[in-house]
């Protein structure tokens, strides 16, 4: 019941963001009808990228993003990459337990994805983040002395998004 109703909310949170988009005249549109507008004079002040991204993107410093997305389910839903990349330990596979790797849609993904980063030091876990030479950034939450390690690895799309989520529990 829980993934259809996230489903539902986002298909309406989409359908109410398209509703508000309005299509900007081409530049053979606005010469057609108004020759003097064509002038470079008269053209639009376009935003540069890094102002478009800081609109779509509330979140652009990572640490705020973290904070932000462990904290909150619907911000996980919108920031989850579809497919999400599962990596994880089958204990039951013979002779020895091996990594498995999944590609799971986002239908299928169990939220919260991740663990609420200000309740790790209450459960005796530990996390440390790590920027790669990539630009995305990983996140290796664990427990000390035990197989209770996950990480999760994050890129700019253009966007903060989960891309990948790597499980070493047994």
């Known amino acids: 019941m829980f993934k259809s109703r996230s489903l539902t909310l986002l298909a309406l949170s989409l359908g109410l963001a398209l509703s508000a988009c309005k299509p900007t005249p081409s530049a053979e549109t606005t010469a057609a009808a108004d020759p003097a507008a064509a002038t470079p004079a008269a053209a639009p002040i376009t935003a540069t990228a890094a102002d ?33 990349t599962v990596e994880s330990v089958d204990a039951e596979a013979q002779p020895e337990p091996r990594p498995v790797t999944k590609q799971v849609p986002l239908a299928e993904v169990e939220w919260p994805v991740m663990p609420d980063t200000a309740t790790l030091p209450r459960q005796g876990r530990e996390m440390q983040v790590t920027p790669q ?8 939450i664990n427990k000390p002395d035990t197989s209770d390690q ?17 499980d070493e529990s047994i």
């Open 150 to 166: 996950q990480t999760y690895t994050f890129a700019q799309k253009p966007c903060w998004q989960l891309q990948k989520v790597v």
């Open 52 to 84: 478009t991204t800081a609109a779509q993107c509330p979140h652009a410093d990572f640490n705020a993003f973290l904070t932000y997305f462990s904290n909150d389910i619907a911000l996980q839903e919108k920031s989850v990459a579809d497919p999400l």
């Open 133 to 140: 030479a990539d630009g995305s950034v990983q996140v290796r």
